[in-house]
């Protein structure tokens, strides 16, 4: 019997009893009917659609914030060391003061903490595979 999974919108054979018996009276699936594979279609286009406004939303981010630096107020001892660190909190505050942007902390790629004044360069996840990179200057207060 072909239905369609709605959980990711494919068109699948799978046998009778398992689309009876299981996936439809779970609602996990459709009977692939012509009109149904017309609307699945549509659905999948609509979502690509929105895939590439976002797609293309994170690149004019990512350009935006690769074209600026931002900068970090820290405490600072003797020899440029820092009292603490700065960590991707602290860019993802500074960005969002000086640019305006939300970005999420998690999306922020450090591999140990800044514990040092100086420029950086900080890699950030934007979308699946569009990433940029945050010019950071950290300074003393």
Do not use: W
């Amino acid at each position: 019997m072909k239905v369609i999974i709605l959980e990711d919108d494919r068109v699948e054979n799978v046998s009778d009893g398992f689309a009876r018996n299981f996936l439809l009276p779970r609602k996990q699936a459709v009977i692939a009917t012509p009109q149904a594979i017309a609307a699945c279609a549509k659905r999948k286009e609509k979502k690509q659609a929105e895939v590439e406004k976002k797609r293309a939303e994170m690149k004019e981010l990512a350009d935006k914030v690769a074209a600026t630096e931002v900068t970090v107020l820290a405490d600072v001892g003797e020899g440029g060391k820092l009292f603490g660190s700065v960590t991707a909190a602290d860019i993802a505050a500074a960005v969002k003061k000086d640019l305006g942007i939300d970005l999420d902390k998690r999306k922020i790629e450090l591999h140990a903490p800044l514990k040092a004044i100086g420029e950086y360069s900080v890699a950030v996840k934007l979308f699946q595979d569009i990433s940029g990179t945050v010019k950071l200057k950290i300074a003393s207060k």
